[in-house]
């Protein structure tokens, strides 16, 4: 039986996909996988059963990547589930930045108690809240992914010139886009361009505060600039400056921050991107079934530091799951080993992504665990594993 450890509250529209043969909770102890939603994993000790940690979402900063590459443990996260819950957020965050939708609600709740007077006041009072309408205005989407794909081509639908920048953009996702949108290939095109700004890109060391004092610089007069992806992709005392000197006009982040909290022009979201029962419930299903396959067939789908590899089973055979590093000659070495165990490979895949590779191999002979140990006794090898 396979032993699901739930580090957060999980919707039973994933936990409910586990069948008899699994026992997933808060209390299980000795797991073979973990599913995550925002705990922080870093500070935790990775218990030697391990295999794989699903995050229930897309991003996998609060767990220790490196860690798990090395301790063999492959991790899952779900991108594109909550997709369509940013998405709308982001739509509602382009009319808060024009609109001055909130401050002006707040100053209508100072008119209670005013009796008949209310609609005067209103309608002396609302001119300090007049806003542009988004339609006709240019929309920059940096990051063409699940989620900005969803956004460039809503905002076309709303009568907005999108142009979209994203130099990894894959052959799948470019068919999801639609035709209209203008193809931005620097993002000094963008920030030439757009009236208002949408970053959705991972953090990385590349990404980390791309907004910052000298790409504000290039940007249009009172631009408007949306983060829904993670808050240290912006530099805050440079968007501050820039709300400061009129350069922007409006900020509106899912990241509160105290430096931003209050700030004039700032619009500053508790973190609801993906905050709604559908997007919980989708990457809740998707995680678990990304555990599923895995556990029992060895196949990746959607792993951040393994590649996507998937084999049919062959009812006959064993399967051999190989976690390895990339080094050369490595798989002349596996087949060497099994060979010595008097194991005979019927079929094989292996791919790599970075310093890491995977091989998967369902063979023939009698396999014994004690085949697992010597595999692992080669120094290019971190985990094997295998499935019955």
């Not at 000795?30 to 599913?35: H, Q, R, S």
């Not at 409006?250 to 508790?270: C, N, R």
Request: proline letters at 4%.
């Amino acid at each position: 039986m396979y032993q699901i450890k739930c580090l957060n509250k999980i919707s039973p529209v994933g936990t409910n996909r586990f069948n008899e043969n699994y026992c997933c909770g808060e209390n299980v102890e000795n797991p073979d996988a973990i599913l995550v939603r925002s705990a922080s994993m870093h500070e935790m000790e990775l218990p030697k059963s391990l295999l794989a940690i699903a995050r229930a979402g897309a991003g996998v900063n609060n767990i220790p990547l490196d860690k798990c590459s090395e301790q063999g443990i492959v991790v899952f996260n779900t991108p594109g589930a909550n997709a369509n819950a940013v998405k709308e957020l982001v739509l509602a965050g382009l009319l808060l930045s024009s609109r001055k939708i909130i401050s002006s609600v707040e100053w209508a709740k100072t008119l209670k108690g005013s009796g008949s007077e209310v609609g005067k006041l209103v309608e002396k009072g609302k001119g300090a809240f007049v806003g542009p309408e988004i339609c006709g205005k240019t929309l920059g989407v940096i990051g063409l992914g699940a989620i900005g794909i969803l956004v460039a081509n809503a905002a076309n639908s709303l009568g907005m010139e999108v142009y979209g920048y994203d130099p990894y953009l894959s052959v799948d996702a470019a068919w999801g886009l639609s035709r209209s949108i203008h193809h931005a290939r620097t993002l000094d095109e963008v920030y030439a361009n757009s009236d208002y700004i949408t970053v959705h890109v991972p953090l990385t060391a590349d990404t980390k505060e791309m907004i910052n004092t000298e790409s504000i610089a290039k940007m249009r007069d009172e631009v408007r600039i949306l983060n829904f992806a993670r808050g240290d992709l912006v530099n805050s005392a440079d968007i501050i400056a820039g709300l400061d000197s009129g350069k922007i006009s409006a900020y509106v982040t899912d990241f509160p921050s105290d430096d931003l909290i209050g700030m004039e022009g700032v619009v500053a979201i508790p973190h609801l991107g993906a905050s709604t029962p559908e997007s919980e419930d989708n990457c809740a299903r998707m995680a678990a079934m990304e555990l599923i396959e895995y556990l029992e067939n060895g196949n990746i789908r959607n792993s951040v530091n393994l590649p996507d590899i998937a084999m049919p089973r062959e009812p006959s055979s064993i399967r051999i799951c190989i976690f390895h590093r990339n080094i050369p000659n490595t798989i002349s070495l596996l087949s060497g080993a099994l060979a010595d165990e008097g194991i005979n490979i019927e079929n094989m895949q292996s791919k790599s992504k970075k310093d890491y590779a995977y091989t998967i191999l369902d063979v023939t002979g009698d396999v014994h665990e004690s085949a697992a140990e010597n595999i692992e006794k080669l120094p290019e090898i971190i985990k094997v594993r295998i499935i019955q």
